[in-house]
């Protein structure tokens, strides 16, 4: 699977940002999507997961309520709304696929099936 994420960007906080990850090259559905970030200096933590019908989401405690997670399987495509952003959000973002959803209870980053490039998040005090 070939991941490729866009839409990030500066953004004051307070504001909002929709990240995008177009998936090509394997069968999108198969796969549990997921969200991680890298803010500088920091190692890769575990933002978001999706599961493979998109019908349950799961959030780490730091952005449950403020993020919103969706895959639209027609268009292999998954999005991270991310809405009442605050300083320490920023960070480098990156989508993830994996064939298993074990990322999302443990947080791993080890053995991702996937990785995207990352898109970088800034938000402004």
């Known amino acids: 699977v070939q991941l490729q994420a866009s839409g990030g960007g500066l953004v004051q906080a307070g504001g909002s940002l929709r990240l995008s990850c177009a998936a090509s090259?394997?069968?999108?559905?198969?796969?549990?999507m997921g969200w991680f970030r890298q803010a500088p200096g920091e190692e890769r933590e575990f933002v978001s997961g999706?599961?493979?019908?998109?019908?349950?989401?799961y959030y780490a405690d730091s952005v449950k309520g403020r993020f919103t997670i969706s895959r639209g399987n027609a268009k292999n495509t998954v999005y991270l709304q991310m809405n009442s952003l605050k300083p320490e959000d920023t960070a480098v973002y990156y989508c993830?696929?994996?064939?298993?959803?074990?990322?999302?209870?443990?947080?791993?980053?080890?053995?991702?099936?996937?990785w995207g490039k990352g898109t970088l998040v800034t938000v402004s005090s």
């Open positions: 993830a696929a994996d064939s298993s959803l074990s990322f999302v209870e443990t947080g791993r980053v080890n053995d991702i099936d996937y």
């Open positions: 999706i599961s493979r019908s998109g019908g349950s989401g």
């Open positions: 090259g394997r069968t999108f559905s198969n796969y549990y």
